[in-house]
């Protein structure tokens, strides 16, 4: 108490010397004012640098190291599991040892499993079999992935009107049988005549939503179209699904991927897309509408990736858990230059959460 009050009369007595010795220029009560806005100044930004020290200073917790306490705490504190599949369920060889008894674990201790994919390609039937033979009890319900998404948001959203998709034909083809009126536009190839690629580009009737996925027949024709839609009909809705800025083919060999693509047409319309694929704000917010979930902290998001799994967590404002089973190593996480991509939790694999319910069960007894 004594040196708190020496401390801040001593503050006093330094701002009155220093007003003092500034007397020939600006007068003494000036002075105590300029001080005073000065502080005001400069509040805001020592509030912002001590709370980002604080936040690079954070490590994740370990799943397994936490008490049995903190485990009973951590674990009533989501209802939903939101997990990448690449990297935690499987990799691009096998299966991952365990990995399915820790989500079969989870389900079991009465947690709701949604699987994110950006990958609408396969159909529901793939999927079943791939988890059964991960062992996973798995139910398509289960599975969310951007041609899901957009039909669910459509839904939702009571959309009507016509829709030019950009996309394989599986995923052009779902959209007609959800019972949405999609544009008829065969891929095709141009002579190098204006008049034939003007026909293509600038079609008279509006449509009301232009969505942009993974085409293997992209073409410069298909996104000057596209672009003609959405500059001349500003209510023309912009929808995205995958949009990863690469996709990795093989170790060491990758190919452009439909982000890139999309870049250019947001770039050229100045337009922000619905983003309905991993890893979109919108995205998320369908999720808790489907799963009905009331608050975003009640999702626990795992993935193997900084960037695309914590980093949709974080952004969805979900509590993240990184899985050291696919393409995040201990030095990376280490290294990681962007702090905010520090998950909460910090796991070595799924098969983790056998232990962990071992552990809370035998507890309760
Ligand atoms: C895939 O997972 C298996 C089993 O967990 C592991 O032995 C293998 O090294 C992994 N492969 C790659 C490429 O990460
Ligand atoms: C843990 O115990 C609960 C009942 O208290 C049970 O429902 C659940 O299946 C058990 N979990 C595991 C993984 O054994
Ligand atoms: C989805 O993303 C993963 C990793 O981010 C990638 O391996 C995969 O090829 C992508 N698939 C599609 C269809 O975009
Ligand atoms: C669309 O929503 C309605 C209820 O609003 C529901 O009955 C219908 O099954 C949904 N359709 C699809 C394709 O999800
Ligand atoms: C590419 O376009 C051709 C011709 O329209 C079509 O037959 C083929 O199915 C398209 N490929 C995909 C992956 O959609
Ligand atoms: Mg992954």
Redesign the pocket.
């Known amino acids: 108490m004594d040196s708190c009050f020496c401390s801040s009369y001593r503050k006093i007595t330094s701002v009155h010397s220093f007003c003092t010795s500034f007397k020939m220029f600006f007068s003494y009560r000036n002075c105590i004012i300029m001080l005073f806005f000065a502080l005001l100044l400069v509040l805001p930004f020592a509030i912002v640098v001590t709370q980002r020290a604080k936040f690079s200073s954070k490590t994740p917790r370990k799943l397994l190291d936490m008490t049995k306490d903190e485990k009973l705490k951590f674990l009533n504190s989501f209802d939903l599991v939101l997990s990448d599949l690449d990297g935690v369920l499987w990799n691009q060889s096998e299966d991952i040892r365990g990995a399915g008894d820790g989500f079969n674990a989870l389900k079991l201790g009465g947690k709701k499993v949604a699987f994110v994919t950006n990958n609408s390609v396969r159909s529901p039937k793939d999927y079943v079999s791939r988890f059964h033979a991960a062992g996973v009890d798995f139910n398509p319900e289960e599975m969310v992935h951007p041609l899901k998404s957009i ?2 948001y459509l ?2 959203t009571k959309f009507e009107g016509r829709i030019y998709c950009i996309a394989n034909e599986l995923f052009k083809n779902s959209l007609k049988e ?2 949405y009126d999609v544009i008829e536009d065969p891929s095709k190839l141009f002579t190098e005549s204006f008049s034939e690629l003007g026909k293509y580009i600038f079609d008279k009737e509006k449509p009301s939503a232009v969505i942009v996925d993974v085409d293997f027949n992209f073409s410069g024709a298909k996104f000057m179209r596209a672009h003609q839609y959405l500059t001349r009909y500003p209510d023309c809705k912009y929808i995205v699904g995958a949009s990863d800025k690469i996709l990795p083919i093989r170790p060491g060999v990758e190919v452009l991927g439909p982000g890139r693509f999309q870049d250019i047409l947001t770039q050229a319309t100045n337009r922000t897309p619905i983003a309905l694929g991993k890893p979109g704000l919108e995205l998320s917010e369908l999720v808790l509408q489907k799963f009905d979930i009331s608050e975003s902290s009640r999702v626990l998001m795992i993935g193997d990736m900084l960037e695309q799994d914590i980093g949709f967590g974080k952004n969805s404002n979900f509590q993240t858990l990184l899985v050291m089973t696919g393409g995040t190593k201990d030095h990376d996480l280490e290294d990681a230059a962007n702090r905010e991509l520090i998950p909460d939790f910090v796991t070595t694999g799924m098969v983790d959460f056998v232990d962990f319910f071992a552990e809370i069960n035998s507890s309760k007894i």
């Open positions: 039909i669910d839904n939702i959800a019972g």
